[in-house]
């Protein structure tokens, strides 16, 4: 009986222990997964932390007043002189261009931009305004020869000043006007240096800048010419801080921006395409003359027509017509417009390619 008792008394401790270490086991893994869990939500928070910390820290100071890249300009000097009532060379939606002669005899020229919408919520944002202060950071620090160099930028409550090296020649559509009225000569070999300086400074924004650089505005008035006719861009990659860009009448937007907005660096090449056809003829591109042609209703419509007809020659502007070996260059030249007028942008060679095309054109 005794042992009966013992027995019975005994059974229920062995049956618990496994359900207790079943218990503590589920403990364990819980406050291991908890601890990691904890462990992981605390090292995800402290990455963040540290990155937004960075990110103060890197953050470009926001920078008030003049923004001198020239050590021929003070902020003084440049302040009151664009104050001052000044010469305007140019006019378009996005502001004037004007011609601002500083205290040390330094002349400038001064794109005073448009107002930014001050009721805009995202051009009052200081985020908005910091990143164009960056671009234009970046675009001061662009170097090359066919490149006009921004010389410094005015920040205003709500617009910016942007200056640059007075050019005496103006611009290309200046002395394509020129040539137009019978005041300026200009021959083949001067245009194409124009056009060679063009395309150089566009290889230079497509394949030497990281990340690469797009023009968005090429057209005639945002070619300057120096002294010796040598190309400088300009205007170069200023979408943002020139959002009334009236790509749809100036003649040198390329379709696809037209269509659905897509810019490319090919975009570039259509304009550019469009700078050598003019050029080539002498003519503009928004001429009436290309709407009544059979051809289409384009410059790059109808030298594709005369040149598929082997009539090419016609195209030629009159007052540039002389030696024989020259009119085979133009006529080279005016296929090489005519690719980089194609309609679609995978047709347009690239700018490096159009290096290579341009300088060989005289040993064809
Ligand atoms: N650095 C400069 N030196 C001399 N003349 C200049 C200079 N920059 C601009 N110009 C003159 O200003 C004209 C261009 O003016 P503006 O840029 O306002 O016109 P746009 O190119 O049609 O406009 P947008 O670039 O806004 O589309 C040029 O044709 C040239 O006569």
């Not at 205007?235 to 390329?254: E, F, Q, V, W």
Request: net charge neutral; hydrophobic share 40%; charged share 25%.
């Amino acid at each position: 009986k005794e042992r009966l008792i013992r027995q019975l008394s005994s059974r229920p401790s062995s049956a618990t222990k496994p359900q207790e270490f079943k218990i503590g086991f589920k403990r364990v893994i819980l406050s291991i997964v908890l601890g990691i869990l904890t462990g992981l939500i605390g090292a995800i928070l402290f990455a963040l932390l540290i990155k937004i910390a960075v990110q103060y820290i890197n953050q470009t100071p926001f920078l008030k007043g003049p923004v001198i890249f020239s050590p021929k300009i003070s902020s003084k000097t440049l302040q009151s002189a664009l104050a001052n009532e000044n010469q305007l060379l140019g006019s378009s939606s996005n502001g004037k261009y004007y011609k601002t002669v500083l205290d040390n005899g330094l002349t400038v020229a001064a794109k005073v931009l448009e107002p930014f919408d001050s009721g805009s919520p995202e051009m009052q944002s200081k985020s908005v305004k910091r990143r164009i202060q960056q671009e234009l950071e970046v675009l001061a620090s662009l170097r090359h020869r066919h490149l006009r160099s921004l010389r410094a930028y005015v920040r205003e409550s709500d617009r910016f000043s942007l200056v640059y090296d007075y050019m005496p020649m103006g611009s290309l559509e200046d002395a394509m006007n020129g040539v137009r009225e019978n005041h300026l000569e200009l021959r083949w070999d001067v245009r194409l240096r124009i056009a060679v300086g063009v395309i150089k400074g566009l290889q230079y924004l497509h394949f030497t800048c990281v990340p690469q650089i797009l023009h968005y505005n090429l057209k005639p008035t945002n070619v300057m010419l120096d002294a010796e006719f040598e190309p400088r861009l300009a205007d170069c990659g200023l979408a943002k801080l020139m959002p009334n860009i009236d790509r749809a009448t100036s003649g040198y937007c390329a379709p696809e921006c037209l269509q659905n907005c897509r810019y490319t660096d090919k975009s570039d090449i259509f304009s550019f395409g469009m700078i050598l056809g003019v050029l080539l003829t002498g003519r503009y591109p928004t001429d009436s003359f290309f709407r009544e042609a059979v051809s289409g209703g384009s410059l790059g419509q109808w030298l594709r027509h005369l040149q598929q007809a082997g009539e090419a020659h016609e195209a030629l502007d009159k007052s540039i017509l002389g030696e024989e070996v020259e009119e085979d260059e133009m006529l080279m030249a005016v296929r090489i417009a005519v690719v980089c007028l194609s309609d679609l942008p995978d047709d347009r060679p690239s700018s490096d390619e159009l290096v290579t095309m341009l300088t060989q054109l005289h040993s064809f």
